[in-house]
């Protein structure tokens, strides 16, 4: 389907406008700090409880960009704690 996952289509789009905002965003506020994370596949009423990873580990990402020193990385896309490629 012209690139685009044929499972759950509409999740898939709205995490390609999510990482194309944090981009827009960091153009506009270049003194803020704006990145955006995956925090896995977690065990919550979202994943039916499928999910892998406890929420304390899919905590651990969001809570790490929260806490970044001024100076830190922007513009970003981190797969848990782990700076990824677009």
């Known amino acids: ?5 044929m499972i759950a ?6 995490k390609a ?9 960091v153009r506009r ?15 919550t009423d979202l994943t ?3 999910g892998t990873l406890t929420v304390e580990e899919g905590a651990e990402g969001p ?3 929260a806490l970044l020193p001024d100076g830190g990385p ?3 896309y981190f ?4 700076m990824a490629e677009f």
């Open 1 to 5: 389907m012209n690139g685009w996952q």
């Open 9 to 14: 289509p509409a999740y898939s789009i709205s």
């Open 17 to 25: 406008t999510l990482n194309a905002y944090t981009r827009l965003l």
């Open 29 to 43: 506020y270049p003194k803020m700090c704006i990145n955006c994370v995956h925090p896995g596949f977690v065990n």
């Open 48 to 50: 039916w409880h499928a």
């Open 63 to 65: 809570a790490m960009l």
């Open 74 to 76: 922007t513009g970003c």
């Open 79 to 82: 797969d848990r704690t782990t």
